[in-house]
């Protein structure tokens, strides 16, 4: 699967672009939320954005992806209300307001959004860095794409935040074990791929360790 990754500043969340531009998952582009000219014409065939969760560095672009493309917005139901809330979101912490917006779908455990090319991406509920945070499964090409539920070489997101729970990331972490993972794409940092196994087993230890 083509995976094309736009980061644009150290402050900002990554950004995934999938399926002929049809899909986007993350919206944190630029720390003002303002888009580049570029990025918008790249963006225009856009229709879906997949948020992993309501983090406000990974939905500062969001009001203006939306206007440029009309793209629909999906998150878990367990953080659509933390999305428009500027604590819950942690938009407070960035000196922003929370990103004004509905939201067009409501995700659940499992369910399989369809992509342009083969298979579908496959929602794995993950709690623990924030109530309603996802992961993404594309089981044809064995990636997933993490937000900030792990991160490369074991790393974890924090759980101290609005609607954290270091047990719930124990239990996530152990869910997405389960998978056959070839890469992953976390919310920060670099992909990787290589000794997933590994790389989640340090996370377990780590998000253990936080009990
Ligand atoms: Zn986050
Ligand atoms: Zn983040």
């Known amino acids: 699967m083509k995976v094309e990754l736009i980061h644009t500043s150290s402050y900002s969340a990554n950004a995934y672009l999938l399926s002929d531009s049809k899909v986007l998952i993350d919206a944190g582009i630029a720390a003002s939320g303002a888009l580049p000219e570029a990025l918008k014409l790249s963006l225009k065939n856009l229709e879906l954005v997949v948020l992993t969760h309501a983090h406000y560095d990974h939905t500062s672009?969001?009001?203006?992806i939306?206007?440029?493309s009309g793209s629909k917005v999906a998150i878990h139901r367990d953080d659509a209300a933390l999305l428009c809330d500027d604590h819950a979101s942690a938009a407070v912490m960035f000196d922003a307001a929370a990103p004004e917006v509905d939201v067009d779908m409501l995700l659940f455990d499992r369910e399989v959004l369809p992509l342009a090319e083969g298979g579908?991406?496959?929602v794995i509920h993950t709690p623990g860095h924030t109530p309603g945070s996802i992961c993404l499964y594309h089981r044809h090409s064995k990636s997933l794409f993490c937000g900030d539920t792990v991160f490369a070489g074991g790393g974890v997101g924090r759980v101290d935040l609005y609607g954290g729970s270091a047990e719930a990331l124990v239990h996530s972490i152990e869910?997405?074990?389960e998978l056959d993972v070839d890469v992953m794409y976390p919310g920060h940092g670099e992909h990787f791929s290589g000794n997933?196994?590994?790389s989640l087993e340090l996370s377990l230890s780590?998000?253990?360790s936080m009990l």
Not at 61 to 64: A, C, E
Request: glycine share 6%; charged share 30%.
């Open 61 to 64: 672009s969001l009001v203006d």
């Open 175 to 177: 869910r997405l074990m």
């Open 196 to 198: 997933i196994c590994r």
């Open 206 to 208: 780590l998000a253990k």
């Open 66 to 68: 939306i206007e440029c």
């Open 120 to 122: 579908g991406l496959e």
